[in-house]
């Protein structure tokens, strides 16, 4: 009786044991389901246009890959740490503006009339707010200028002075416009305006050769919100208060956690008229396609059908990283969601 008595007990306690480890299965299982680890990715550029080995020195190469890695390893950390998207771009471009390579922020293009003007935009996708800044001579980092309108006005995109009253209103510091005086910016101008003097056209479409630099990045940080920004100094030698693709939503700059986000860079009148930024969101959003596919079709048939030219870096929701260009070379970088740092300037 005893040994039935013994063999009934354990019989119950093995099944119960059994019974706690199944239970403790399923919901490991379902934690696992529910708490993935959170992913990040970053994405820049530092500008598309004929950018070839050839006309490069290897002391140039490497200063711009050695700030274009600084620049998204920056940004990175802010996204490892916890930090926003749209921070992550704020702080990677200001290191690219306050560099003199690229034609945003410190190494901006002249004006016909030997002045900067620089254009800025920053979208968050989370939200689909925005903010932009155009035609302003006097910010040291237009896109922090974009932030702030975004944040803290109930504006999208203001514009020359009135932008330059807005910041000091927000405590901008202004500096003087010798601040962006480069010598090789401004031997540029002096080249495109004698190249123009020999021309009948008004403008001389080489000028799209001159120009190249633009910084763009776009993060994906780890509660799953995309965000793209853009900064420029425009093209060298546009006039009359030329504003290019770069400061408008939809064109230069795009983001939607739905889908993706998208920095453009390019001969910004085309990148315009092609709504670049906002028709890649739009293909995948409507019809389903991937980043890559819509990229390629934008930068690839659509823009050089219209006759322009230039590239986009753009991440979508999964982290997957698109750098779509149909010149000669794209400054770039990314850290993808492993991890792994990529920088590229030529076609491979
Ligand atoms: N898209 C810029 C503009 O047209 C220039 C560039 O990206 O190189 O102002």
Not at 1 to 28: A, G, P
């Amino acid at each position: 009786m005893n040994r039935i008595l013994t063999l009934f007990f354990v019989t119950i306690l093995v099944f119960s044991c059994k019974n706690t480890d199944e239970k403790q299965n399923i919901t490991d299982k379902k934690h696992s389901e529910t708490v993935s680890t959170p992913i990040t990715a970053i994405v820049i550029h530092g500008g598309a246009g004929t950018i070839l080995k050839e006309n490069m020195t290897d002391s140039l190469e490497k200063a711009y890959k050695t700030k274009l890695e600084e620049a998204v390893t920056k940004g990175h950390e802010i996204l490892k740490s916890g930090g926003s998207a749209t921070e992550a771009v704020v702080e990677t471009l200001t290191i690219l503006e306050d560099s003199p390579l690229f034609n945003a922020g410190k190494g901006a293009v002249f004006t016909h009339d030997e002045t900067n003007e620089m254009d800025a935009s920053i979208m968050d996708g989370s939200n689909l707010n925005a903010g932009a800044v155009a035609g302003v001579m006097h910010i040291k980092n237009p896109i922090r200028l974009a932030f702030e309108v975004m944040e803290n006005s109930p504006h999208v995109l203001l514009s020359g002075r009135g932008a330059e009253r807005f910041a000091q209103a927000r405590n901008f510091q202004l500096v003087p416009p010798s601040y962006f005086y480069t010598e090789n910016r401004f031997q540029s101008l002096q080249k495109v305006k004698k190249k123009e003097s020999n021309q009948t056209a008004f403008v001389d479409p080489s000028i799209k050769d001159s120009k190249f630099g633009t910084v763009g990045c776009v993060a994906l940080d780890q509660n799953g919100n995309i965000a793209a920004g853009t900064s420029t100094g425009g093209m060298t030698n546009k006039r009359w208060n030329r504003i290019g693709d770069s400061p408008l939503i939809g064109a230069g700059t795009y983001a939607n956690n739905k889908t993706c986000g998208v920095s453009s860079t390019g001969w910004g009148e085309y990148f315009i008229r092609g709504m670049v930024a906002h028709d890649i969101s739009a293909m995948m959003e409507y019809k389903g396609v991937s980043l890559q596919e819509a990229s390629e079709e934008v930068i690839q048939k659509k823009i050089p059908a219209l006759g322009g030219d230039g590239g986009i870096v753009a991440l979508d929701k999964e982290g997957n990283i698109a750098m779509e260009f149909n010149t000669a070379g794209m400054y770039r970088a990314y850290i993808n969601t492993e991890g792994e740092l990529y920088i590229g300037i030529y076609k491979e």
